[in-house]
């Protein structure tokens, strides 16, 4: 029986909202309590002690959700990141409105084995720190509360949480991993009350042909029914992108047990979605039986993509090429406890870059970014964490299972998500006695044979494992032309030959480190010493400072000026290769790796777009310029105040923009208009030769496309004395920053002439005597306490006390006179 739009609406105010009413969810994010270390015994997260008393020990810290062990240490220069347990508590007002109601704990994601009790019961665990789950809690505090005990907590339900993160072979992703395996409640957990009969899975299968004629959405669910309720009635609403009812279904139905379907909606012609129209449909469920009325909402999208055989990629029929990164979630201050606010900004930032695919890598990410790569219309590969390490024994296969089959339950009804990953570089051994081939692909295999079981709408992917290259439906082989191994000129032959050896190829990481605020005049001095025609592939050492053959990660100046040309190659190549499905930059935002000790910011791969905190490097533009739209341009070398040479000689200007044409000015004179021309390398001939003048030189250039005019200016200082090696170190305030009780403090490096020795690299350790504090372990170029010098320079942020107070700042550099600088305020 169809219920006509005015029913469904009045319905809709008089029961109220869907989530509201049909099903509650609060996040905890307040009222938290965090002890680092182990207790002897869930007893002592509740055991009653008297205030002030011995029996107090250990000493918890107030904490707010999300929070990760590691939110500093991971990036400290002078320890191991903590691998170990940690506990959690809080106390709960748990008020549920549904008779025989479920009071459940839902969590998005916990590292990396988790135990909830209720005061002392143990409740439920989880292994695994990147899908969501649930603890069902309902009863352990339905026995609390007839309990004595409870009179103690007036009411309120004690839960605590154990999260662990210690090293365990038989546990993915492998410890050997390029980054940190990081532990604690780093994502959201929610307080949900739920009727006794309602939706434990949804399911949404949106499928269209590629010219958009007809679309199916296929509807299924299971449900969480411990009271065993046979039958109730189900209403579903599906509304169109401007949320216009398209259909409603009522009808009575069977409750059964395991995944049943509930629906099949056919549409004529439905709007699809795609990253230039990211259109959405929202779907609204509700099922009323004798426990009430349980409720269910979300959106899909009707698309439709193939990857051609040796050939491009097609979405809805059209070649799109696909302009993809790479994510990690890790953030400098926070590590993986990343606020929805500061998800929101990174992926804003990596939309505004002009990507449409992003890489989630190496793990299932929180569902507020699945959410946002659909609203914002950013395709996805998301893969489970078999990462590095080999293969494991039944414990380790299980989780892998299992987190493949949570990942695809909870994000298949995402349109965005096009790849799901079954690995990553699962030809790197180490974790165990035996590395056997044959093992890894019949695992590999197993693990193909389920995604398509359980998704036969996606494709199944892997990088770099060759052995297992012919299991998957979309492979990535190593490409690292110009860093690990090659020039990056060879870029495109290497692909070539690549895209000739499997049927469907996507290139995922490329790329270079570069220390943010290092610049170069000569940034490729280097290169004759690197071969070419060696192949392009990253192999074992690769990516260590020492050792192995003449390569850029190595031999290379780690400058912001290198990272840009390579990026300006590969993107100026991509562009004709018209069997090219795709590439993903490795990767959007430097991330913290315990395998990087020796890198300018310690124990921190630095190939990010961004710095750590999001501060855009110069390679952010260079993406700008040629994958937005919107009229964009840029002077290069914005983070690059001191430029050097001779007096009056002729330097390289670099505009990076979208625009058609550009003109530069220098110190107010015009140096000429150029054509912008994407084959021109490098930033496709918007480039000028001009003199500079000691002192500040002022910069300018107007871009135009079409009716559109953009400027930009820079001002550099142009250094013409010259230096020898650097002696001293000289600290000094930045009287030029200003901020809420924060000073900025900076250190230069000059010669036993006192001249600033603008290729400086030295590494010097800030430390503080006094009140306030240094603004460290962010894992950022301005915020390590052990950090490389920049061109020379280098900067620490103080924060200081509340009221007035003093402070001495000191950097100190092997081989060099250590500089001080007191602050008062």
């Given amino acids: ?446 693990l193909n044979t389920m995604a398509h079981q359980q998704d036969s709408t996606r494709k199944t992917t892997i990088r770099r494992c060759d052995f297992c290259k012919d299991i998957v439906d979309v492979y990535s082989p190593s490409i690292w032309a110009g860093w690990y191994r090659g020039r990056y000129t060879e870029y495109k032959t290497e692909s070539l030959k690549e895209i000739a050896r499997v049927p469907h190829f996507f290139h995922a990481e490329w790329g270079a480190d570069s220390h943010q605020g290092r610049f170069a005049e000569e940034p490729e001095q280097f290169i004759k010493q690197v071969a070419t025609g060696k192949g392009a592939d990253e192999r074992s050492g690769d990516f260590a400072l020492t050792g192995g053959n003449a390569r850029a990660s190595k031999d290379g100046d780690w400058s912001e000026s290198y990272a840009v040309n390579l990026v300006d190659w590969h993107l100026k190549e991509q562009e004709t290769m018209p069997q090219l499905t795709g590439t993903a930059y490795w990767v959007f935002k430097d991330f913290s790796t315990p395998l990087r000790p020796e890198n300018p910011v310690p124990y921190v791969n630095q190939k990010g777009i961004v710095a750590r905190d999001l501060t855009p490097k110069e390679i952010y533009y260079v993406f700008q310029s040629y994958w937005t739209e919107a009229p964009m341009a840029h002077i290069y070398g914005h983070g690059w105040p001191i430029r050097w040479g001779r007096e009056g000689e002729t330097k390289e200007i670099r505009v990076y923009s979208n625009c058609t044409e550009a003109e530069l000015f220098v110190n107010g004179k015009s140096a000429g208009v150029r054509k912008r021309n994407s084959q021109d390398f490098p930033a496709a001939g918007l480039r000028w030769q001009a003199p500079l003048q000691t002192g500040d030189n002022r910069i300018k250039v107007v871009a135009r496309k079409g009716k559109h005019t953009i400027t930009d200016e820079v001002t550099w200082q142009y250094q013409t004395a010259t230096w020898s090696a650097p002696v001293k170190l000289i600290l000094e305030e930045d009287k030029t920053f200003t901020g809420d009780q924060l000073r900025k403090v900076r250190v230069k490096a000059v010669d036993e002439k006192g001249v600033l020795c603008l290729d400086a690299a030295n590494e010097i350790t800030f430390s503080l005597a006094g009140d306030g504090r240094l603004i460290v372990d962010q894992g950022t170029a301005s915020g390590s306490r052990k950090v490389q010098l920049a061109n020379g320079q280098a900067c620490i942020f103080l924060r200081t006390a509340n009221g007035s107070g003093t402070a001495a700042v000191a950097a100190t550099a092997k081989g060099m006179t250590s500089g001080i600088t007191t602050i008062t305020y």
């Fill in 1 to 446: 029986m169809k219920r006509t739009g005015f029913w469904w609406m009045l319905w809709c105010l008089l029961s109220g909202s869907f989530l509201c009413q049909a099903q509650q969810s609060t996040r905890l994010t307040q009222h938290w309590e965090y002890l680092r270390g182990d207790l002897g015994g869930i007893w002592e997260a509740v055991r009653p002690v008297a205030a002030g008393s011995p029996e107090s020990v250990p000493l918890w810290q107030q904490v707010t959700l999300p929070h990760c062990f590691n939110a500093t240490d991971a990036v400290s220069p002078e320890e191991n990141y903590y691998e170990g347990p940690g506990w959690y508590r809080t106390l709960l007002d748990i008020n549920n409105p549904y008779t025989n109601g479920r009071t459940l704990l839902h969590f998005e994601g916990a590292g990396q084995k988790t135990a909830v009790y209720v005061y002392t019961t143990k409740v439920t665990t989880h292994t695994g720190g990147y899908d969501e789950w649930t603890a069902d809690i309902t009863e352990a505090v339905r026995q609390f509360l007839q309990s004595p005990e409870a009179k103690r907590f007036k009411g309120k339900v004690p839960v605590s949480v154990r999260c662990d993160n210690t090293r365990d072979l038989e546990m993915i992703p492998s410890d050997m991993s390029d980054f940190n395996v990081y532990g604690g409640l780093y994502r959201y957990v929610n307080l949900v009350y739920a009727p006794a009969l309602s939706f434990e899975t949804f399911h949404l299968q949106a499928v269209t042909d590629a010219a958009g004629n007809k679309g199916t959405l296929n509807v299924s669910a299971a449900f969480r029914n411990p009271g065993n309720i046979s039958r109730g009635t189900l209403e579903l609403r599906l509304l169109d992108p401007q949320q216009k009812i398209v259909k409603e279904i009522r009808q009575d139905i069977d409750i059964k047990t395991g995944e049943q379907p509930l629906a099949v909606i056919s549409l004529k012609k439905p709007i699809q979605w795609s990253p230039g129209q990211p259109s959405l449909y929202t779907v609204e469920a509700r099922l009323t039986s004798t426990a009430g009325t349980a409720g269910w909402k979300d959106h899909t999208g009707f698309r439709h993509f193939e990857f051609i055989k040796q050939g491009p990629f097609l979405l809805n029929g059209k070649r799109l090429l696909l302009h993809g990164t790479h994510r990690h979630e890790d953030h400098a201050g926070v590590a993986a406890a990343m606020t929805e606010d500061m998800v929101r900004r990174e992926m804003l930032l990596i939309k505004n870059m002009g990507a449409n695919f992003i890489r989630l890598g190496h793990y299932q990410q929180s569902r507020i970014v699945l959410q946002l790569c659909d609203s914002l219309g950013i395709l996805v590969w998301e893969e489970i964490p078999w990462c590095r390490g080999g293969l494991g024994g039944d414990t380790y296969k299980e989780q892998a299972r299992r987190m493949l089959t949570n990942m695809i339950s909870q994000h298949r009804n995402h349109p965005a998500v096009i790849l799901w990953g079954l690995g990553n570089e699962n030809d790197w051994p180490g974790d165990f006695p035996e590395f056997d081939k044959e093992k890894i692909r019949a695992f590999m295999s197993e």
